[in-house]
């Protein structure tokens, strides 16, 4: 089933909750690929209905140009879904920008505190108070039992917990892990805009993480990021937005490897023009 129409879909969920349904909610901007579907598959292990929203949301992009570039497949999307689900397992919810933000789409403004500010809180001024914003709608309308949000987005999966416990939701957040291709890259909706070389390249990103990962026993954390950076710049065709090793908690950097710290590594990099984000967990 596929609604644009926000009140068809909450009649929807009010008959289905009246039947006892458990909702799960997996939000994602659409181009749908292998990871977005674990998403929905997890969902399905733990909720009887999952509703999916496909909407590209304009106030979380900084950067007009790369909203502009953002892939639209709607069709492929639907099929793919299609494909991988029966009929009556996913609800599909392609809301309509009016519905949301009226006749100007504009983000509330939200305190994360730290978890806001640090890395693409940094890079991307505003880029959460989108976040913030349409999920605080997508929430207020389904009132999903739970919610899948990729570890992919490793950020935006604290921000959101941070969202629900400021809002004083009772929606459960599952983090769920990143769908990787066979050599080791992020699936992204973003790598359909590289050409074969490029996805090629794209592997130094993964490889970057590894490197962190392999020496985190016996190198300082400079000594990590300072070789993660050099691998990196020695790959032609990258270019290096960042690279952070962070207290998985706070996302505040870390300068040493206190015992029992959870730690994980994030780089943010640009091929052929697209950015792309990854991050490991070290310890
Ligand atoms: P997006 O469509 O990029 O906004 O992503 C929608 C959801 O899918 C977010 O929770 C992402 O973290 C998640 N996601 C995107 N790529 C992956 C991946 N490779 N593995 C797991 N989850 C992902």
């Known amino acids: 089933m596929n609604y644009n129409n926000k009140n068809k879909l909450k009649d929807e969920l009010n ?48 950067n007009s140009e790369d909203l502009a570039k953002y892939p639209n497949q709607l069709d492929q999307d639907l099929s793919l879904i299609k494909a991988s689900f029966s009929d009556d397992q996913i609800i599909v919810y392609t809301p309509l920008t009016q519905d949301i933000y009226g006749d100007e789409p504009q983000s509330k403004h939200y305190d994360f505190g730290d978890l806001g500010l640090q890395m693409e809180g940094a890079q991307r001024p505003g880029h959460f108070d989108g976040v913030g914003t ?23 999966l604290l921000i959101v917990r941070e969202l629900v416990r400021q809002l004083e939701l009772s929606v459960k957040i599952v983090g769920c892990p990143i769908a990787r291709d066979s050599v080791g890259l992020a699936l992204s909706s973003r790598n359909a805009r590289l050409s074969e070389q490029g996805k090629i390249t794209a592997t130094a990103i993964n490889k970057s993480l590894h490197v962190m990962k392999e020496g985190f026993l016996t190198a300082t954390i400079d000594e990590l990021l300072a070789t993660a950076r050099e691998f990196l710049d020695h790959t032609t065709g990258i270019e290096t937005e960042y690279v952070s090793i962070v ?9 040493s490897k206190a015992p029992g710290l959870p730690i994980r590594a994030f780089v943010v990099a640009h091929i052929e023009g697209v950015r792309l984000i990854d991050n490991m967990k070290l310890n």
Do not use: W
Request: charged content about 15%; proline content about 5%; some cysteine.
């Open 15 to 62: 008959l289905l909750r009246a039947s006892g349904y458990s909702i799960g909610f997996v939000p994602t901007m659409g181009a749908l690929h292998q990871g977005h579907i674990s998403l929905m598959e997890l969902a399905l292990q733990s909720c009887d209905q999952v509703v999916v929203s496909i909407y590209v949301n304009p106030t979380q992009f900084d």
């Open 134 to 156: 349409i999920l605080e709608y997508f929430f207020e309308l389904i009132q999903p039992d739970m919610a899948f949000f990729g570890e992919k987005d490793f950020q935006q």
């Open 247 to 255: 207290d998985e908690q706070t996302l505040r950097p870390v300068s």
